[in-house]
């Protein structure tokens, strides 16, 4: 399975990118806020973090392989997630994706089935499915994505990821885990591992 292809992009139509490889051009398929974030790479090289499927018809023997692209692994992973949910699957979720994560996943941890029935190929019921299956799932989404790059405050992802989990066994509310969070990446400080970030927290919290 090909989870990464490092090239560079030389063409763009609608949904699908094509990227030259050494002496291949690979076609991958792209959501619509990934086809944003790359429209100022053409011409440098890009790594991004794939999904592969097939597509077509198995009892016509006809299976095309195809590729679906993320600019990171978290954006992967919460695709990867959005696809689970009944009647979404690969097609559908890459119709939908016309926001960043962070604001599909804050849509879904809000609860609020409106907003997300907005999304192009997702009415009211497919909405009300998505709530349902994922909203305990999405919150290190609402908190993580969006921050493209560079990392914030030299924060990496997997950083963020851990101290929430950490913030949530030890008793805080996933709202009040990603308002900790946030108040002591405001400081705009390197952290070196969990335990640091951790300190800085509880250092905000007991200095209010």
Do not use: W
Request: proline share 5%.
């Amino acid at each position: 399975m090909i989870t990464k292809i490092t090239g560079i992009p030389i063409a763009v139509a609608a949904d699908t990118l094509t990227l030259a490889v050494g002496a291949f051009e690979y076609e991958v398929l792209i959501p619509e806020f990934a086809r944003r974030n790359l429209q100022d790479k053409f011409g440098n090289e890009v790594s991004l973090h794939t999904i592969e499927y097939l597509e077509g018809n198995a009892m016509q023997g006809r299976l095309v392989p195809r590729l679906v692209g993320f600019l990171n692994p978290v954006e992967r992973e919460f695709f990867d997630m959005f696809c689970e949910v009944d009647g979404v699957g690969v097609k559908k979720a890459l119709r939908a994706m016309v926001r960043p994560v962070q604001e599909v996943a804050t849509l879904i941890e809000e609860q609020d089935a409106k907003g997300l029935a907005t999304l192009p190929g997702i009415g009211p019921a497919t909405a009300e499915r998505i709530i349902a299956k994922l909203r305990r799932r999405v919150p290190k989404f609402a908190l993580l994505v969006g921050r493209d790059t560079p990392p914030v405050a030299g924060v990496e992802r997997d950083l963020l990821a851990e101290a929430f989990e950490v913030l949530r066994v030890l008793g805080h509310s996933e709202a009040e885990s990603r308002r900790l969070l946030d108040d002591a990446l405001d400081k705009n400080r390197k952290y070196k591992d969990v335990d640091a970030l951790l300190h800085a927290v509880y250092e905000k919290t007991h200095g209010e």
